[in-house]
C-alpha cells in the first residue's frame, strides 16, 4: 500500500477526495449514532492515517488514538454521526 497525499483546502471533503480514499486498500467506518466517541475495528491489521467527515460532508478533526492494529479510538468534543476513512 502507497500513502494517500490527500489535502483538503477547505473544511468540506468533496466526492472526488471521499473517492480517492475508497479507491485505496482503506476502510469505510459509517457512524450512524452520534456520539462524541467513535471505536472503529477494522481489518488493515496496521496504524492508518483517518479522515473523518460528518454527515454534512464537513471534514471533523479529533484526538486519533490507536488501539492495536485492528481498533482505533477516535474522541470529539461534540457528538455527531458521520464516516471515517482509513487507509
Known amino acids: ?5 490527500l ?14 480514499l ?6 469505510e467506518w459509517r457512524q450512524d449514532n ?10 488493515l491489521n496496521r496504524h492508518p492515517s483517518v479522515t473523518v467527515v460528518d454527515s454534512g460532508g464537513s471534514v471533523v478533526t ?12 477516535i474522541l470529539f468534543l461534540n457528538p455527531f454521526s458521520g464516516r471515517a476513512y482509513l487507509n
Not at 1 to 5: I, P, Y
Not at 22 to 27: L, N
Request: charged letters at 20%; aromatic letters at 6%; zero cysteines.
Open 7 to 20: 489535502t483538503v483546502p477547505t473544511d468540506t471533503a468533496t466526492q472526488e477526495d471521499i473517492q480517492r
Open 62 to 73: 479529533g484526538d486519533v488514538i490507536y488501539v492495536s492494529g485492528t481498533q482505533i479510538r
Open 34 to 43: 452520534p456520539s462524541a466517541e467513535w471505536l472503529i475495528t477494522h481489518p
Open 1 to 5: 500500500v502507497t500513502g494517500l497525499n
Open 22 to 27: 475508497e479507491e485505496q486498500q482503506a476502510f
